[in-house]
């Protein structure tokens, strides 16, 4: 069994920064693309950064400058720097991993982490 830990949630003001961690436990042959996405109230979950094994980036337009994704393959997690956090950026937040199981390729998903964006 996979298991997701998400943690680094919170409140801040405007202008803040918080640092987003995802950690997988269990069972599997290794990590391939790690990802963050956003859900705010009342919206559809969106794209906020993707990384593939290779370390290829995708970003958001709307947090490009501001955050940035990486990943620790020694110790199976992925992290979200997030920078300049604007009231816009409030939303539940949620690691996303494909992993490579024996012969087939799973994707997983941690249990949300809000951020709270506020002055």
């Known amino acids: 069994q996979v298991q997701l830990v998400e943690s680094g949630g919170g409140f801040v003001q405007p202008g803040g920064s918080l640092r987003l961690s995802c950690a997988a436990s269990g069972r599997f042959f290794s990590l391939e693309t790690m990802g963050w996405y956003s859900q705010a109230p009342g919206q559809q979950r969106e794209l906020v950064a993707t990384i593939t094994r290779a370390d290829s980036i995708i970003y958001a337009d709307s947090v490009k400058g501001r955050f940035t994704i990486s990943r620790d393959n020694a110790k199976n997690t992925v992290y979200l720097q997030m920078n300049k956090l604007k009231p816009e950026d409030t939303a539940v937040y949620y690691c996303?991993?494909?992993?490579?199981?024996?012969?087939?390729?799973?994707?997983?998903w941690g249990q949300g982490t809000q951020v709270t964006v506020s002055s």
């Open positions: 996303n991993v494909n992993i490579q199981i024996g012969v087939g390729q799973y994707a997983y």
